[in-house]
């Protein structure tokens, strides 16, 4: 078969990215393939194509909600009309009705969560499977930084489901997390389809400034001098704001925020408007970036201290898409970090917590009469996200005290040991900020990759010239000229042949 | 001075201190309990309901904070209620006419239809764009499975090329916002097309200089101008008659209202469709104020003696109020559900 050919019957493309054709060759062989591709690569065709040319369901795992959404939008654009997500943005009726329907679809979306049900999975067992697809698999390994509790029960589920044919996606994972994937989903006789996390296009720099002033005086040097379009990540969608508002005032440019606060619709108006070239810098949480395919940017600016490096490659590898050359910006006030310290000790009950929520369970001898009691009085000592890693994990209701008691000993250990694995990610990171050798050797030796080819633009310990990524023209792609009456815009946005008919 | 503020300000000189602060809120953010309803007939604020559905019960804690900190209100006699300060009541008209509520605003009449008329023409323009450009890729603005699965099934039904649901659209959308009264422009901004994204609200509002409360007043006052131009004039506008949801005969009513209106027209009394309908008695009277309000000619002679209507009347113009209890304390034979539907008639009758 030519599969250039159906790459373009298909996806209207020409040519394929780096690793898509080895691995998509792999799973038309029938063999369960492991990939990794750095962000960027079209991880998705790499399930797409197959689908189209394999029979039976296409099943992808997929973490996050709001990634889901976005991957299956960006589908139907692209034409493909079967293809459904099952998640709980479905009200009860809607996903009734994809289940009587499911048939239909060739690509169906589903979370972690909602696989692991047995009504669910036991519809899925009645189709025909041509291929399982795991995305973000990292996230299946108690040894990396995005584990996710869900995702343990996928080799259970896949086991299930018949082992049926299995595609393992990844961006990012060390050979110890790749090993626990393949563990994890009982895959024997893997082809694995490894590239490098290297961009080699993507100019690395971490600026040391002495303090908070300093850092914002810089940020607005940056925003002035690098030429668009850029992207700069905050920590809070509170800064993001701010810092939209001031930069897009001092500068003179384009620029908005973007973060999970906003509604929805704002959020794709946002996301459009970048794309159409009409933002020249987003001022965004880490929310912005998924499913987001501009080729063209230019420059990634990190404002906080990022928790590790995985999740850093990911969104400086939204810059340069186009191969063109581009930069990172890391900038970094000593103490930065201990704001990421912080975050992760909120994401995991803390051993005081633990032991608190210990003696009052003591008190009663089912979970049943403490929550009638002591619930509402217990949440107000958690964030939320602690109660719901602690409820997934210890599964209280229906439970004895004495049960409880016991999972909850090993739940504390378990905390601890993760707490361990995320301080370790920060220090990594930190340990970067100050290299004084190459900063792109490091990214390598992390994932145990072999040498590189030493790039002409490296990074700023290599040396390299910043003025190159210095804007060499003012921009000003204003489509719509604010002085035309009402009617002449409706008429451009409508897309009317101009003429005087609509002034 | 945000203009939520003002909006505020505006409620809470016309409801003198006889409700909560969070009757307020409720208008707002359009809560549909029978009291709310009420409220905004008796005290004419039928234009505001449902303005702000995001007000946050915190956001207007703080907004009630700041005016009291600025000495525009001070706490009223009854508990949570507050007052206009009687020094400001100029500062505020004078405030009204710099910022005026928009004079096309309909909230009570309009609200269960706007935001389907907005999904609907955004997503419609956008697609009507792309089609005319010969493009079929593109991000969807609304993401609506039932909006996305209308504009297909119109577009199915259009009996023109579809090339030119461009044009119509235009003229039909440029026959519609051409009115000296209104600044189509607020409304364009937030359009987008094949070579052109649309604004959000806060671009918008920073875009014009105005406060995003104004800026979202403004245009919920736009969409209102124009279902009440499309509705009065459907032959005239035959593609956004399509967007709006038709149910403008007897949207008015909440639906558990509508089958104890059925009831009520087969002849039942009160306790009996309570009993019929497995539903307290209360909610039954709420379902009866709800009628009175909605529907001019609802006789409300079965419910209360005419002495009584006199005098509910009478005392609620003499004391001029409309607080429930002040007028039962009047007139202790009086139930809260007599009282309660005489001002409604009232409110009703001051259209």
């Known amino acids: ?503 | 001075m945000t203009f939520i503020e003002v909006i505020v300000l505006y409620c809470l000189q016309r409801i003198k201190g006889e409700r909560t602060i969070y009757s307020v809120l409720h208008i707002l953010n359009g809560k549909k309990s029978a009291q709310t309803i009420q409220d905004i007939h008796i005290f004419k604020l039928k234009a505001i309901f449902q303005t702000f559905p995001n007000l946050s019960r915190a956001n207007f804690d703080s907004i009630i904070l700041s005016l009291n900190k600025k000495a525009w209100i001070h706490a009223g006699e009854s508990a949570q209620s507050f007052v206009i300060h009687p020094k400001k009541e100029e500062s505020l008209k004078e405030l009204l006419i710099e910022y005026p509520i928009p004079a096309h605003l309909n909230g009570w009449k309009y609200h269960r239809i706007t935001v389907g008329f907005w999904e609907r023409l955004s997503l419609s323009i956008q697609v009507a764009s792309h089609l005319a450009k010969g493009n079929n890729r593109y991000m969807p603005v609304q993401r609506n499975i039932a909006v996305q699965a209308w504009v297909k099934q119109t577009l199915q039904d259009f009996s023109t090329e579809r090339k030119k649901l461009n044009e119509h659209l235009f003229q039909e959308l440029a026959a519609c916002l051409e009115d000296e009264d209104i600044y189509p422009e607020y409304l364009i901004c937030r359009l987008t097309g094949a070579d052109h994204i649309g604004l959000t609200p806060e671009q918008a509002a920073a875009d014009f200089g105005i406060d995003l409360s104004y800026y979202d007043m403004c245009f919920l006052s736009l969409l209102h101008f124009m279902l009440q131009k499309i509705l009065a004039q459907e032959d005239k506008f035959p593609i956004l008659r399509k967007m709006i949801l038709d149910e403008v005969s007897d949207f008015i009513l909440t639906n558990s209202t509508k089958a104890t209106y059925k009831l009520i027209l087969k002849g039942y009394s009160l306790e009996e469709i309570s009993n019929i309908r497995r539903l307290k008695m209360s909610t039954i009277e709420d379902h009866i104020a709800e009628l009175v309000l909605n529907i001019p000619d609802f006789s409300i002679w079965e419910y209360v003696s005419k002495s009584k209507v006199e005098e509910i009347t009478k005392i609620a113009r003499d004391i001029a109020s409309k607080s429930l209890k002040q007028i039962k304390q009047q007139l202790p034979d009086a139930t809260y559900f007599e009282i309660r539907i005489v001002l409604a008639k009232l409110g009703g009758g001051m259209k």
């Open chain 1, 1 to 503: 078969m030519n599969l250039e050919s159906k790459l373009y019957e298909f996806f209207s493309l020409t040519s394929f990215r780096p690793g898509q054709k080895e691995a998509i060759t792999a799973l038309l062989e029938n063999k369960h393939t492991l990939a990794m591709l750095p962000t960027g690569t079209g991880k998705s065709l790499v399930y797409q194509l197959p689908g189209k040319l394999l029979k039976g369901t296409v099943i992808v795992i997929s973490p996050l909600l709001s990634l889901m959404q976005d991957q299956v939008e960006q589908m139907k654009m692209n034409g493909e009309k079967s293809v459904v997500a099952i998640n709980s943005f479905l009200t009860w009726q809607e996903r009734n009705e994809v289940f009587k329907q499911i048939r239909q679809y060739k690509f169906v979306f589903i979370s972690p969560e909602m696989i692991s049900s047995e009504f669910i999975l036991n519809i899925l067992k009645k189709l025909e499977i041509g291929l399982f697809v795991i995305d973000e698999a990292h996230c299946i390994s108690q040894w990396g930084y995005d584990f996710r509790p869900e995702y343990q029960n996928l080799g259970n589920v896949r086991n299930q489901l018949g082992n049926p044919l299995t595609l393992a996606l990844t961006a990012t994972a060390t050979p110890s997390i790749r090993d626990d994937i393949k563990a994890s989903l009982s895959l024997v006789d893997v082809k694995e389809v490894i590239y490098s996390v290297d961009r080699p296009n993507i100019a690395l720099k971490a600026e040391m400034l002495a303090g908070g002033v300093e850092k914002k005086k810089r940020l607005e040097e940056l925003t002035g001098d690098l030429q668009g379009p850029g992207i700069i990540y905050f920590s809070s969608k509170k800064l993001a704001e701010q810092m939209a508002a001031e930069l897009k005032r001092k500068s003179g440019k384009r620029i908005n925020a973007y973060h999970g606060g906003m509604s929805q619709e704002d959020r794709i108006l946002i996301q459009q408007q970048f794309l159409n070239g009409q933002l020249d810098i987003v001022c965004a949480t880490s929310a912005f970036g998924m499913g987001i395919n501009k080729d063209n940017i230019r420059f990634v600016i990190h404002y906080h201290f990022p928790t590790q490096v995985e999740s850093f490659l990911q969104e400086i590898g939204r810059a340069g898409r186009d191969r063109k050359e581009s930069i990172s910006i890391l900038l970094y006030v000593p103490g930065d970090e201990m704001l990421a310290y912080q975050l992760i000790e909120t994401e995991l009950p803390n051993e005081l917590q633990l032991q608190q929520f210990k003696r009052s369970l003591l008190q009663y001898s089912t979970y049943d009469e403490w929550s009638k009691k002591e619930l509402t009085l217990m949440l107000g000592q958690f964030s939320e996200t602690q109660w719901r890693i602690l409820a997934a994990n210890v599964q209280l209701e229906g439970k004895l005290v004495k049960e409880i008691v016991d999972k909850l000993e090993d739940f504390a250990h378990y905390c601890a040991s993760r707490l361990a694995i995320k301080k370790q990610s920060i220090q990594h990171m930190l340990s970067w900020v100050h290299l004084k050798s190459c900063r792109r050797t490091f990214f390598t030796g992390y994932f145990e990759e072999a040498e590189i080819r030493m790039n002409p633009v490296c990074c700023d310990n290599c040396g390299f010239s910043i003025a190159s990524f210095y804007s060499k023209e003012k921009t000003n792609n204003e489509r719509i000229d604010e002085v035309d009456s009402w009617k002449k815009q409706l008429a451009f946005i409508l897309n009317m042949k101009s003429g005087p008919a609509y002034e």
